[in-house]
């Protein structure tokens, strides 16, 4: 059997040698399957009749071409152009390969998206107001990678109003956010979604004006995520950057996010998968700057396991808290355990708290322990803050050499989190058990105290003014 390709025809018994190699169970195989038959399988979406005019819609042709390709592996090119599309799927050992001026259009036709039962895991939020259709969809293949400069335009200016209800440090308030049918969950969820997958890339490509999660990674391993410039604006709501759930071996870095939400979420939350045991881990973040509405970063939600987490070299401006660990929401979640997270060399700049880790419930079971801070520099009006609940055990957290510049006079600096039992300090914590402070140093006029704790045990150090 002949394959075709760009320059002719090739033999089949191609395809066998590299299968040869997966066999033999080498991490060659992923490399060598998705860059080297770059150069030899190249499907053009024009090849299939697609038409990059902006209005005529190329589901169909796009997904042609993506299908071709997943017969015997290789790349789908996406010249310069916009091309209009509904739902697409990635198939196993392909790569979809953005040219520099190429856009990917999001149509704002909710019918040229999936169904809600396109796949198992799936599901919609009521709550936030957003359905079970995607843009982009790999469900359960290996070997895939989304390249090139180009850009994927989620169309959210379709779904969204242009003059929001509601907008301040967090984007939106008391279930009411600027979707323009947000009661019918009237537009696509997460966009790009990766469900149960493994050995992924995602390289250099923009995403811009999502209409809800821009990168959804959900129970898959072997990620790699670099150099994404996600810009979806800081006033349309639930427009996370990245998505990590229930992933092992992850690594992103070099990214920009611009978003009406998270930044990036690390989420252990299996219960939809069809592997429930899947463990959120081995996730590393680094040489990343953020700029958001919600978290910068966010660690929780959901009732898994979140370990070994390494976050470094991160600059964070403009967000309602800069590093956020949780490990229950509501009362509905019996809470994800999260330990082992280091936060490394991080710049944290006009935040409403800095850095905040929480227990969320009272009635949570979960833990959140050894939890590491380095290298940490802050300009803020809010504070650091540590708080269990109940039952939650918080331990083991520590401080070191961090730098606070507490922004604006006592005027401004007003207690929004009056529900803990703590003053309005420089640093805050209450049911919680070995907290280590050390070189933590902080600045700015104030008449709050440095420290304030409740019910805390093995607190070793306290915050030094230094004006």
């Known amino acids: 059997m002949y394959v075709k390709h760009k320059s002719g025809f090739l033999k089949e018994n191609f395809i066998i040698r590299l299968a040869d190699l997966k066999t033999a169970g080498l991490w060659l195989y992923y490399f060598t399957n998705i860059v080297f038959l ?68 999001g149509s704002p036709d909710l019918a040229d998206y999936n169904e809600l039962d396109a796949y198992e895991q799936n599901w919609q939020s009521t709550t936030e107001g957003w359905s079970g259709k995607h843009l982009i969809l790999a469900i359960e293949v290996e070997n895939v990678a989304l390249t090139g400069e180009g850009c994927i335009d989620g169309n959210g200016r379709a779904f969204f109003d242009t003059k929001p209800k509601y907008f ?52 898959c391993e072997n990620i790699q995520i670099s150099g994404l410039k996600i810009d979806n604006g800081i006033r349309n709501c639930n427009t996370d950057g990245i998505d990590i759930d229930s992933c092992r071996n992850v690594t992103v870095s070099n990214c920009i996010i611009r978003t009406g939400d998270d930044a990036i979420a690390v989420r252990g939350a299996p219960s939809r998968l069809k592997d429930k045991s899947r463990i959120c881990e081995n996730v590393t973040i680094q040489n990343c700057v953020f700029w958001v509405s919600a978290d910068g970063m966010r660690i929780g939600v959901g009732n898994g396991t979140i370990r070994n987490v ?60 050894n939890i590491s801070f380095r290298d940490i520099n802050i300009s803020s009006s809010g504070s650091v803050i540590v708080a269990g609940a109940g039952r939650t055990r918080i331990e083991n957290i520590s401080f070191s050499d961090v730098f606070f510049q507490l922004e604006g006079t006592d005027g401004d600096l007003e207690d929004r989190e009056s529900r803990l039992h703590t003053e309005n300090a420089v640093f805050r914590a209450e049911f919680a058990h070995d907290i280590r402070l050390t070189d933590f140093r902080f600045t700015g006029k104030t008449a709050r105290k440095a420290i304030s704790v409740h019910e805390v045990t093995g607190l070793q150090g306290e915050p030094i003014q230094i004006d």
């Not at 590093?323 to 710049?347: E, P, R």
Request: hydrophobic residues 35%.
């Open 38 to 105: 770059r150069n030899v399988f190249m499907f053009t979406i024009t090849d299939c009749g697609a038409v990059g005019d902006g209005r005529t819609l190329n589901t169909a042709a796009i997904q042609r071409a993506l299908d071709e390709c997943g017969k015997t592996g290789g790349t789908v090119l996406v010249p310069p152009g916009i091309w209009l599309t509904g739902s697409l799927y990635l198939r196993s050992n392909t790569e979809l390969h953005l040219e520099k001026g190429a856009v990917l259009l």
């Open 168 to 219: 301040g440090t967090i984007c939106w308030k008391d279930g009411n956010c600027n979707a323009k049918d947000y009661e019918h969950c009237g537009r696509p969820g997460q966009e790009i979604v990766f469900i149960e997958s493994r050995n992924i890339r995602i390289r250099d490509v923009q995403l811009r004006d999502m209409t809800c999660w821009s990168c959804f990674l959900y129970g």
């Open 310 to 369: 390494l976050v470094s070299n991160i600059v964070i401006e403009h967000a309602g808290r800069g590093l956020h660990l949780q490990n229950c929401y509501g009362k509905v979640s019996t809470g994800v355990n999260i330990s082992d997270v280091i936060f490394s060399n991080i710049i944290i700049r006009q935040t409403t708290n800095p850095i905040m880790v929480a227990a969320g419930t009272e009635n949570s079971l979960a833990y959140l322990k």
